[in-house]
């Protein structure tokens, strides 16, 4: 009766063991690829050909090494000697190159292929790309620099406004108050980008780049004003570029609160804003410690400072001079709007 039963199942399975473990090879969403124990490629599923561009009559029958990159040409050797040593490999990372010269990111499973004797003829190899995993992983963390950076620099903006506060009130009362002031200055400068940039905006809107300046430094001024001055022609700036302008704003008030003029009880900033096809922002910095140029490695405001510069195509200078920074930044004229 068993028997019978399974001469029924093997009759209704419409392929043979082979061919359908070759059927599942073959419709699978990883790249499935064997190899000899030299590292010539013997087998090359579709996701193969999808992954590396490289048809399966043009892969098989050339080395494995059509798909590494020069430099990880001793990783697959290393492959090879664990395979022979009958070793798998599971889950491994690293870098493969495409038929157009791209490199794509995988995880490699490889595993050691015997024949009926048990010696070990090739190897199979599980390729999964992880490209989109890697991009996502990297965009995590620079978003958690960045969240970093923004609560050191927040930490730097709140010890800078008590400082002004003591020095410009005479009781505990005055203190509170001067703080709650600037604290509700430094929201009306995140409400004034957030208004021009959210989901109330409206496409074409516009801000003033004096509205933005003044919002944004009305936080650090002394009681007269004259902490930081503003002069020159004010601009119309579109929702797109408001938000990078006031990042880089941000930092340069930031710097300087840290290590500039503004760290200082006399020190101050002089702004002067061109229009001249574009904005040309000329800042100099008064009364504070001496600054050198810095070395080393690059900070992560200054990456976030580039990335600024580089959706608004702008350029800034700096000259380290002895009696204060001063800064040049240059914002086509382009870039200004939307």
């Not at 399966?56 to 040409?73: K, R, Y």
């Not at 010890?159 to 002004?164: E, P, R």
């Not at 880089?248 to 760290?263: D, R």
């Not at 490695?297 to 510069?309: D, I, T």
Request: glycine share 8%.
């Amino acid at each position: 009766m068993s028997h019978a039963r399974n001469d029924a199942h093997s009759a209704a399975l419409p392929l043979s063991a082979d061919a359908w473990l070759a059927a599942i090879v073959e419709s699978s969403e990883d790249a499935i690829i064997s190899k000899s124990v030299n590292g010539i490629i013997t087998s090359w599923n579709k996701s193969a050909e999808r992954l590396f561009g490289f048809s399966a009559a043009e892969a098989i029958g050339q080395p494995i090494t059509i798909i590494v990159p020069p430099n990880l040409l001793d990783e697959e050797a290393t492959i090879i000697a664990s395979i022979r040593a009958g070793r798998r490999i599971e889950h491994y990372e690293t870098v493969r190159c495409r038929k157009d010269g791209t490199l794509v990111d995988i995880s490699l499973t490889v595993s050691p292929v015997t024949d009926k004797d048990g010696e070990i003829v090739g190897a199979s190899k599980i390729v999964r790309d992880i490209s989109e995993r890697k991009r996502l992983i990297e965009r995590q963390d620079l978003l958690l620099q960045e969240m970093s950076h923004r609560v050191k620099n927040l930490f730097a903006v709140m010890n800078s406004l008590v400082s002004v506060s003591e020095r410009t009130t005479t009781s505990a009362r005055g203190l509170a108050d001067d703080l709650r002031a600037r604290i509700r200055a430094l929201s009306a400068a995140h409400n004034l980008v957030l208004g021009h940039t959210g989901g109330n905006s409206q496409s074409g809107d516009s801000a003033s780049l004096f509205a933005l300046i003044q919002a944004i430094f009305a936080a650090h001024q002394d009681q007269k004003g004259e902490r930081i001055a503003v002069q020159g022609n004010d601009i119309a700036v579109g929702a797109v570029a408001l938000t990078s302008i006031a990042l880089l704003l941000h930092e340069l008030v930031t710097n300087s609160i840290k290590y500039g003029a503004l760290s200082a009880s006399g020190g101050h900033i002089d702004v002067e804003v061109r229009d001249q096809d574009g904005v040309e922002l000329h800042w100099a910095e008064v009364g504070g410690p001496s600054i050198d140029a810095p070395s080393g490695a690059v900070g992560f405001g200054s990456r976030l400072e580039q990335l600024a510069l580089d959706a608004l195509k702008g350029s800034i200078t700096r000259n380290w001079r002895s009696d204060g920074l001063r800064i040049s930044l240059r914002i086509p004229l382009q870039s200004l709007g939307g």
